[in-house]
């Protein structure tokens, strides 16, 4: 590259400072100012691009965060949904399993009481259980009263209305 003659005034202490350079490197006096002008340059005209690419790379890093957030988002919408269908269906089965083992126990122990007392005691008792369930469920929201001794003494009153209250089993 052919080269031109470049006549600059310096500071004093400046132009010291690069000849001290120059021979500190081993090399001509032009050869580091080339070199350091060029850098300069480089790095004036890196810091204009940086600053024109730095919003366009901000932006492409900010439409990019926003569509990984959509997706991680719709991904745990999925998620929740299918964990809260799993976990209701599973507790559909659970209250039919429960409902069915009551409906058991309710048939059995009425298929015992009638076989004890008679049919129409069994019914009568059965009735009243009805009702003291209807009026427990009822009375749930309010302080639980001292009713366990209380529905065991009108249980045993609905069994001695029907007379069979000393009745002995053959069991």
Known sequence: MPKEQFNVRLDTTLKRALQDRANEAGQPLTQVLERYISEGLARDKGATIEASTVPVIRAAIREEMQRSMETLTAQIHQDVQQISRR?????????????????????????LLAEEVGEEAADRVFERAVTLTAKELVARSSPPPSSSKTTRQEDQGAAEESGEEGKETGA
Request: charged share 25%; aromatic share 4%; glycine share 8%.
């Open 87 to 111: 976990d209701t269906d599973r507790l559909a089965a659970l209250t039919v399993k429960a409902a069915r083992s009551a409906g058991i126990g309710q048939r059995l122990v009425y298929t």
